[in-house]
């Protein structure tokens, strides 16, 4: 079961993140970003991240499309709210 506080606590910690992430100029604070997001999703409900990255076992975890899944993740949390 997803809970309310799982929900209003990723999309908090996500949020912030993405915000800085999307402004910043300085690639040591978009890889830290990335490193420190990719731990959370670790630790995250499997059920919440399920949810939120349609299956994909490396969502949040990609460098590729890590801007791509943070902004789809922080949408997905927002409507789940």
């Known amino acids: 079961m997803i809970t309310k506080d799982s929900i209003e606590t990723a999309y ?6 993405q915000r ?7 690639d040591w604070q978009k890889d830290d970003i990335e490193i420190a997001i990719a731990s959370y999703a ?3 409900s499997k059920e919440l991240l399920d949810a939120i990255s349609d299956g994909r076992t ?6 590729k499309r890590f801007q791509e899944d943070i902004t ?4 997905m949390l927002e409507k789940m709210l």
């Open 72 to 75: 789809k993740a922080v949408e």
């Open 12 to 17: 908090s910690f996500l949020h912030q993140k």
């Open 42 to 44: 670790d630790e995250m």
């Open 20 to 26: 800085i992430y999307v402004h910043s100029t300085l």
């Open 58 to 63: 490396d969502f949040l975890r990609d460098h």
